[in-house]
């Protein structure tokens, strides 16, 4: 099915296992959409639409209000970004005689495959992609990816690093459709054995260039050097533990434990391989693995966490995010550390990763956080250094007084190092959204039916959230704080709705359970 039906209350869908039209359910408990309209208003009037796909402008506000959670705050910035970041997402997605996809740049790149597709980006495309109403986008992009080549995966799917599996099987967290899930499984088996072909050492680790990271001109690499990197070793290590939950939901013990095996490994030779303990940092290792570390810290590092992998132990890294020797920046996180002597000195715009903030790493970074906040014992970083440094990024998407998001800008002056280029205007290469719900406003999801909700906000930040229509689990929910209940009128404190009914409640900011 292949019509997009957007307003008058029908969703359609074309999810495995189920087609047809349906009544959509009942809207927003708390927030009404039309007070938000203003915002896509705004956006549509400040830019002369380059690029016309799916969705054009003038029906970008009747997509949203039937695809994106509302979002409410105090702070004008966090709203704007919000709602400005579903908009980008929005001008992304293409519509081809295959279905639909969604890529990286709106104009077309001579090293993309068919449809202008690029997999570098595709683990965010789905984490961001995950909380849309409507998933036929992310289905059929990822059907396209691994099957849109007469049957087979794409020719490029392999040139980038991928934690596909990972992040399909944090989307079905979200929305349960182990039917999609399960039938994509013989795929993602088949991509992770590409890999250990192609890139595994003889100690078991994955070798990478820095350009198939997508990092190209890094302190620690190059474009052509095979090092071992904690991000593909970390990709490897999530995607192990995607399949062999993946495989347990199909019945599989003998896959699921083959890949559990295959994660522990990979734990192992992670800890103890890549972690420099005398820079308490994880680093990459020069000549796949075999000669010494590169001897700077980089964003990289923090991926680990991005897949709850290191121990407590480990902890010491997070110091580095709130130093300004370190990766603590006026306009953000570096991709290196600032204390090293070769800081920015790759020279500019050529897409360099030698400590320019990158929103694809900051994405990673702040996901790798939340994660390790909402573990035992997080006694090194606090929700005070994740609303600060969110912050900072929402500061970062701006350009010339307008909302903005493109490849990189400069640590110190906020400045887009290609903001003048056609091609790095909205650019879909991090995620944002999914760090509001899953950090700020803390919905954890998970594969159970607990509902658990944790808010990274400091206690004396805001008064009042929302964050509203989220459709989860097939329920929908609604988040919302109000300290003194007089701002919304439903009451005191942090609570929780389930399809309008209140299922949990806190007086303070903290993490609630609920067994609905």
């Known amino acids: 099915m292949r019509n997009l039906k957007i307003g008058f209350g029908l969703i359609c869908v074309g999810l495995a296992g189920l087609t047809g039209c349906a ?41 949203m209000k039937a695809n994106v959670p509302l979002f409410d705050c105090p702070q004008d910035n966090f709203r704007e970004i919000y709602y400005y970041r579903w908009w980008t997402y929005r001008k992304h997605i293409h519509n081809t005689p295959q279905g639909f996809v969604i890529t990286e740049f709106l104009v077309d790149r001579n090293y993309a495959d068919k449809y202008n597709m690029i997999s570098c980006a595709l683990g965010h495309h789905i984490y961001e992609g995950r909380w849309l109403h409507d998933q036929r986008y992310l289905n059929d992009n990822v059907h396209v990816w691994f099957r849109g080549n007469d049957g087979a995966r794409m020719k490029k799917l392999l040139n980038f690093s991928s934690w596909t599996a990972d992040a399909l099987y944090n989307r079905y967290k979200v929305t349960q459709d182990k039917a999609f899930l399960l039938d994509m499984l013989p795929d ?40 071992a990197r904690p991000t593909i070793n970390s990709y490897m290590y999530g995607n192990a533990k995607a399949l062999s939950a993946i495989a347990a939901l199909k019945g599989d013990q003998a896959m699921a434990g083959l890949y559990e095996s295959k994660a522990d490994t990979l734990k192992r030779l992670i800890d103890s391989k890549l972690w ?58 570096t991709t290196a550390e600032r204390r090293h002597p070769g800081f920015r000195t790759h020279g500019c715009c050529q897409c360099e990763w030698d400590g320019a903030v990158w929103p694809f790493a900051t994405a990673q970074t702040l996901t790798g ?17 994740y609303f600060g440094l969110l912050e900072k990024y929402v500061e970062s998407q701006y350009y010339r007084g307008k909302p903005y998001v493109g490849e990189y800008l400069d640590e110190k002056t906020g400045y887009w190092l290609k903001g003048d280029q056609e091609r790095s205007r909205y650019y879909n290469h991090s995620t944002f959204n999914d760090l509001i719900i899953t950090g700020l406003v803390g919905l954890r999801p998970r594969a159970d039916e607990v509902i658990e909700v944790n808010p990274l906000l400091p206690d004396d930040k805001w008064d009042w959230f929302c964050l509203d229509d989220v459709h989860y689990h097939g329920k929908r929910l609604t988040i919302l704080w109000d300290r003194d209940g007089s701002h919304y009128k439903k009451g005191k404190g942090l609570q929780v709705f389930v399809n309008g009914k209140r299922v949990g409640s806190a007086d303070t900011i903290s993490r609630i359970l609920i067994n609905p």
Not at 36 to 52: L, S
Not at 298 to 312: S, T
Not at 369 to 385: C, G, I, Q, S, W
Request: no cysteine; hydrophobic share 35%.
């Open 276 to 333: 420099n303990a005398d820079s308490a940092f994880f680093e990459t290792v020069k000549k796949r693995g075999k000669g010494p570390f590169a001897g700077v810290k980089e964003a990289i590092g923090f991926v680990p966490w991005y897949f709850n992998l290191p121990d407590e132990k480990y902890d010491a890294a997070w110091k580095q995010v709130f130093d300004p020797k370190g990766f603590n920046a006026p306009f953000g996180l």
């Open 23 to 63: 009544r959509k359910a009942a809207g927003p408990s708390v927030l009404k959409a039309e007070d938000y309209r203003h915002h896509v208003v705004y956006f549509n009037r400040m830019e002369d639409e380059n690029k016309v796909n799916a969705i054009p402008n003038a029906q970008s506000w009747e997509w």
């Open 369 to 385: 956080l939340a994660n390790r906040l909402n573990a035992p014992k997080p006694e090194v970083v606090a929700d005070t250094t």
């Open 188 to 227: 993602l088996d088949s991509e992770y054995k590409a890999w250990e072909k192609d890139r595994r050492t003889e100690s078991g680790l994955f070798w990478q260039t820095d350009v198939k990271d997508g990092m190209e001109e890094s302190l620690s690499g190059g474009r052509r050097e095979q090092n």
